[in-house]
């Protein structure tokens, strides 16, 4: 099975604190804000789930679902969670979702860059169908840099996790180009570790 997380899951968050530091997690907290109170919120591959506490920590009273791949990731989500009784658990891929149900808000940490770009424009095409056209998308991920520090660790990072986890993709591609097919377009955007890490809110270029 591909991009199949449950051998690290134990130590995920450790070795993200370990290489990265607070980075990865400020990186995913720092659009938490945006997200309307009473919002309809989809996470997909959340890891561990420690984000959920985070969002509800912000105020959020809305509805999340949290879907993830991973056995033992939605275990230590679903053990770690605060906020159980307003979360609907998912084990699984986007196929899992309910195909009648649409969000004001998708999420996707560190996510998109585990598959191969054809699959990639699969989940893309597939999650754009659920998000309201009003909706907001927000994407933390890594994106490619001119450094080679950041070219050696992103190197390392694949090797590891094609390892670790039968990662399916071999490199990164340019989300933006990606949420452009799907009429999205950054509206906001932070950065981190000169650019290596981000965090964007996508948009439908109707709104813009």
């Not at 051998?7 to 995913?28: E, H, R, S």
């Not at 679903?78 to 004001?104: M, Q, T």
């Not at 309201?132 to 520090?149: L, M, P």
């Amino acid at each position: 099975m591909k991009n199949n997380f449950n051998l690290i899951a134990p130590v995920y968050d450790g070795l993200a604190k370990v290489v990265f530091g607070k980075k990865l997690k400020q990186t995913q907290t720092h659009f938490l804000p945006v997200i309307p109170d009473n919002a309809n919120v989809l996470i997909m591959g959340g890891g561990t789930g420690w984000i959920i506490n985070e969002l509800f920590n912000t105020g959020f009273k809305g509805k999340l679902t949290y879907v993830e791949a991973s056995e033992r990731m939605i275990s230590l989500s679903k053990k770690n969670c605060e906020f159980s009784e307003s979360v609907d658990f998912i084990h699984g891929e986007e196929s899992a979702l309910p195909a009648d149900r649409e969000y004001d808000v998708i999420i996707t940490n560190f996510f998109l860059d585990v598959f191969s770009e054809v699959r990639l424009d699969e989940v893309i095409v597939q999650l754009s169908k659920q998000l309201n056209n009003d909706g907001i998308w927000i994407c933390s991920d890594f994106q490619n840099t001119d450094r080679f520090g950041h070219q050696l660790l992103l190197w390392l990072m694949f090797k590891f996790f094609k390892i670790t986890a039968k990662l399916e993709s071999r490199s990164l591609v340019n989300f933006d180009h990606k949420f452009k097919k799907i009429g999205h377009s950054r509206s906001e955007n932070f950065t981190l570790m000169n650019g290596l890490i981000f965090s964007s809110v996508y948009t439908s270029e109707r709104l813009l």
